[in-house]
């Protein structure tokens, strides 16, 4: 059976001084998320506010198992590795 795994990441980017600054933070980020670990990646909530983003990670497999491994291993590298601020909440989600 084929399930679809999110993380789903806050982020605060406190520097941040615009939209476009914001931006430019995060799309690298969501671009070297990808490159690492082969999964979709996406900024899907709070647009228009400058120091939080949400993004949303997306992974499809049929063994719950290796995603939520995968998922959490992602979810533990972003909270190392994202220079700009805070993670301030992550969450896997299994449909």
Not at 11 to 19: A, C, D, E, N, V
Not at 43 to 55: Q, S, Y
Not at 68 to 76: C, D, I, P, Y
Request: hydrophobic share 45%.
């Amino acid at each position: 059976m084929t399930m679809l795994a999110t993380l789903t990441l806050h982020l605060r980017i406190p520097l941040s001084t615009s939209l476009k600054d914001k931006r430019g933070r995060i799309k690298p980020f969501m671009s070297r998320l990808h490159r690492e670990f082969n999964v979709s990646v996406a900024e899907m909530d709070l647009h228009d506010k400058w120091e939080d983003a949400v993004i949303i990670c997306a992974m499809v497999g049929n063994d719950h198992a290796f995603l939520q491994s995968a998922l959490q291993t992602v979810a533990k590298w972003a909270e190392a590795n994202w220079t700009d601020g805070d993670v301030w909440d992550s969450k896997i989600e299994m449909v």
